[in-house]
């Protein structure tokens, strides 16, 4: 799955390609994930500030339904749907390390462009640590998902947006994301999640154990109150747990964005 870094501070046991150990943080546990992070989170570059910004004006709009707005790249408009959802895809990572490359084949298909697993890691800098959140020697922002997202198709312009912990602010803020690239764009999302012992995980996922992982935002309903989402880990059969994974899932939102907390999502 993906990494916290490139560093060789992951000591975590790297087991089955899903970086998993068995840490000792909680749920939401943003001051643990602090202290435990190896990724670099790099600044935001001058045009991921401006779009984000663009973004969010064009929210607004398209979620109230105030105005049609079609800006390139990026924003559609009329008023989001209080559900929706796009093409089912869920393709099964072909190795265990693969859950990057194996969400942004999907997030391209839903989008219309057909790039390889294979491919898309050799695009990402994927390793057998998986897939940065940032600072995997991309261009040109070193977000490697958002980046390679933007280079294959024009639908959506795609920025990385953190996520600290589950706040109310935070858990709105994420909704409105899933209304506006869902909704009105008819786009997917790409959530980086870690899941902490003792805290919120993915569907089939080990309660028990930490886990970095990629996958695909395809839905939501109840205006973005719950996210569905396809997990790669289904199929893969390099993964001992697979078969505990469904392919398709949904959880409600404020679980998602506590799971995506120390990371976060590529909207």
Not at 226 to 241: K, P
């Amino acid at each position: 799955m993906n990494s916290p870094s490139r560093s060789v501070v992951l000591a975590i046991a790297l087991v089955l390609g899903l970086l998993v150990s068995a840490g000792l943080a909680q749920a939401d546990d943003a001051a643990w994930k602090a202290a435990h992070d190896t990724d670099p989170h790099l600044p935001l570059t001058s045009q991921q500030l401006e779009m984000t910004a663009a973004k969010r004006t064009a929210e607004g709009q398209s979620i109230s339904g105030s105005g049609p707005i079609r800006m390139s790249l990026c924003c559609g408009g009329g008023g989001a749907p209080t559900s929706a959802s796009l093409v089912a895809n869920q393709t099964p990572q072909i190795t265990s390390y693969y859950c990057g490359p194996a969400a942004v084949h999907e997030a391209l298909d839903a989008l219309g462009v057909s790039l390889s697993q294979s491919a898309a890691a050799a695009a990402l800098h994927t390793t057998t640590l998986g897939t940065a959140w940032s600072g995997g020697g991309t261009s040109p922002s070193g977000y490697p998902v958002p980046d390679i997202l933007n280079r294959y198709q024009s639908r959506n312009y795609y920025v990385p947006q953190s996520v600290g912990s589950a706040t109310s602010g935070a858990i709105s803020l994420y909704e409105n994301d899933l209304e506006s690239d869902i909704g009105a764009i008819r786009a997917p999302l790409v959530g980086d999640a870690w899941e902490v012992p003792g805290g919120y995980h993915l569907n089939g996922h080990p309660p028990n154990q930490q886990i970095f992982h990629w996958f695909e935002i395809r839905g939501y309903f109840g205006s973005g109150g719950t996210t569905l989402y396809e997990d790669s880990v289904h199929g893969a059969t390099s993964i001992s747990w697979s078969g505990n994974v469904p392919a398709y899932s949904n959880l409600p939102s404020s679980q998602i964005v506590s799971i995506l907390g120390g990371r976060g999502y590529v909207w």
